[in-house]
Every structure is written in structure tokens, then in C-alpha cells.
């Protein structure tokens, strides 16, 4: 189930079911979007990223949903693995001011 | 790919001393690198952008005074937290653009400050 922390949102998901990670963004400007996975201590690591002319992207067991019309990103990650805990954050960025501004993150725990 | 590396990985200091961290981009030359700050179960939070060989733009609320940031070079950048306070203690990470025209962003591991 998912749950909201004082900080951070927490998913729990079984091991080998599929996991599905939302974030909205708030400037309708962002053309271009990046799930980033933080694992406990380290920095954070590129998994997926999309452009504002697509709305789905596909990686290797992962794929990115954008909805632009709601202003709503989604990470998809199949047959979630023991591994696959971590945090995970969106990224968006309006090239006019080249940094990236993330989303408040989403705990992802998979349960054996 | 591009790595980028911070120095030191942890510190702890004392309270009113000063504390330089490095960052370092190990094969390729960063024209722009980002400076986060991450307080536990929250998001990064940009501290800083810096351009080799000019000044850093900071953020709003980020005193410039306090977190000096240097980029002397294309492949390494320094964050100088100065006449640090516990409530400084964070984990600094530092993240590196190779081109001015890329979004790709790449980052380094961390540095985890406590200051005692």
C-alpha cells in the first residue's frame, strides 16, 4: 500500500509484482523529465528520462508515463526486485533556467 | 559514462570551523556544476549553480557568505561551508554538466557533513 510519512511518501510493494511511482510536477514550462533512484548514503542515480514530445518511454523494466495535460509523471517498474528499494525522485527541468528541481521523493520497499 | 567524485565522503567537524568539499569530474570537462544539499527523508534541494571561471549563482535563502563555492577549472569545483553550525550538518551532493546545450546531469556520491 502507500502511505505519506511526515516526509516521505512510502510504497510497499511484493516482491515480483509491479510498481508504480507518481509525481506531479507544478511548471507547465518543464520540457524535459528524469526519475532518478537514491539508494540509503549515496547519490542519486539516473534510471529514465523523457522528453515533452513523448508520453511514454520504455527501459529495461522500467517505463516513463508523461501527462502533460495534468501535469503528472509516473515511473513504472516491472517484476519489482529486493534491489529496487530506494528512494526514487522526478526530476523536471525548463531548459530557460537549466537546473533541475525535484520532486519530494517516494520510498519504494519491496517485501519478501 | 561520466563520473563524477566529492572529497571527502564523510566529515565531521566542530562547530565554527570551516569545511571544504571537493567535486570532481573524472573524464569529462563540466561547464556547469550543481551544488544540493539533502537533510534526511527530504529531496535535493539546488544550493548553487557555478560556470567554470565565473561566480556562482546562488539560490534564494543560500547565503553566499556561508557556502563558498568555487570553479577554477573545468573538472573540479569546491563548496567551503564556513564557521559551520550543527544546523549545517547535511549531506552535500555535487552534480556536473558536460555541455552547455545538455540537460544530462551527472552525479556525484555525496559528502555527509556533521558538524558536532
Known amino acids: 500500500g502507500e502511505s505519506v510519512g511526515l516526509h516521505l511518501p512510502t510504497l510497499s510493494v511484493q516482491e515480483g509484482d509491479n510498481s508504480i511511482i507518481n509525481c506531479a510536477y507544478s511548471?507547465?514550462?518543464?520540457?524535459?523529465f528524469i526519475w532518478y533512484k537514491q539508494e540509503s548514503g549515496k547519490g542519486p542515480q539516473f534510471i529514465i528520462d523523457i522528453r515533452s514530445n513523448m508520453d511514454k518511454r520504455q527501459g529495461q523494466r522500467v517505463t516513463v508515463l508523461l501527462n502533460k495535460t495534468v501535469k503528472h509523471l509516473s515511473l513504472q517498474i516491472a517484476a519489482t526486485q529486493p534491489g529496487d528499494s530506494a528512494v526514487y525522485f522526478c526530476?523536471?527541468?525548463?531548459?530557460?533556467?537549466?537546473?533541475?528541481?525535484f520532486g519530494p521523493g517516494t520510498r519504494l520497499s519491496v517485501l519478501p | 559514462g561520466a563520473v563524477v567524485s566529492q572529497h571527502p565522503s564523510w566529515v565531521i567537524c566542530k562547530s565554527g570551523t570551516s569545511v571544504k568539499i571537493e567535486c570532481r569530474s573524472l573524464d569529462f570537462q563540466a561547464t556547469t556544476m550543481f551544488w544540493y544539499r539533502q537533510f534526511p527523508k527530504q529531496s535535493l534541494m539546488l544550493m548553487a549553480t557555478s560556470n567554470e571561471g565565473s561566480k556562482a549563482t546562488y539560490e534564494q535563502g543560500v547565503e553566499k557568505d556561508k557556502f563558498l563555492i568555487n570553479h577554477a577549472s573545468l573538472t573540479l569545483s569546491t563548496l567551503t561551508v564556513t564557521s559551520a553550525h550543527p544546523e549545517d550538518s547535511s549531506f552535500y551532493i555535487c552534480?556536473?554538466?558536460?555541455?552547455?546545450?545538455?540537460?544530462?546531469?551527472?552525479f556525484g556520491p555525496g559528502t555527509r557533513l556533521t558538524v558536532t
Open positions: 552534480s556536473a554538466s558536460g555541455t552547455s546545450d545538455s540537460y544530462e546531469q551527472y
Open positions: 526530476a523536471e527541468n525548463d531548459w530557460a533556467f537549466q537546473n533541475f528541481v
Open positions: 511548471n507547465s514550462a518543464s520540457d524535459y
